[in-house]
Nanobody, 114 residues
Framework: QVQLVESGGGLVQPGGSLRLSCAASGIAFSANAVGWYRQAPGKQRELVARKSIAGITNYAESVKGRFTIAKDNAKNTIYLQMTALKPEDTAVYYC????????WGQGTQVTVSS
């Protein structure tokens, strides 16, 4: 059974930074594409960042230049490095991996507020 555990969220002021982590068991990130999603209150879950098996990255237009997705194969962990955070980045952040696409984890809350 694949398990995804997100962590690293918290409360941060606008312009601040956070690094989210996603640790996986039961699947190797090294051999799979990975992605970060987020869901704000009252909104659908949206794709934030993806990293293909070949290492190609794609970002939502709203986070380009501010967020970076990274992968540590040795730790079987992916990261979302977030800088210049904005209030509209407030959401629960989730990770996933493809093509397996296991069940979502609990996510980690990011709140950007003064």
């Amino acid at each position: 059974q694949v398990q995804l555990v997100e962590s690293g969220g918290g409360l941060v002021q606008p312009g601040g930074s956070l690094r989210l982590s996603c640790a996986a068991s039961g699947i190797a990130f090294s051999a799979n594409a990975v992605g970060w999603y987020r869901q704000a209150p009252g909104k659908q879950r949206e794709l934030v960042a993806r990293k293909s098996i070949a290492g190609i990255t794609n970002y939502a237009e709203s986070v380009k230049g501010r967020f970076t997705i990274a992968k540590d194969n040795a730790k079987n962990t992916i990261y979302l490095q977030m800088t210049a955070l904005k209030p509209e980045d407030t959401a629960v952040y989730y990770c996933n991996t493809y093509p397996a696409r296991p069940e979502w984890g609990q996510g980690t809350q990011v709140t950007v507020s003064s």
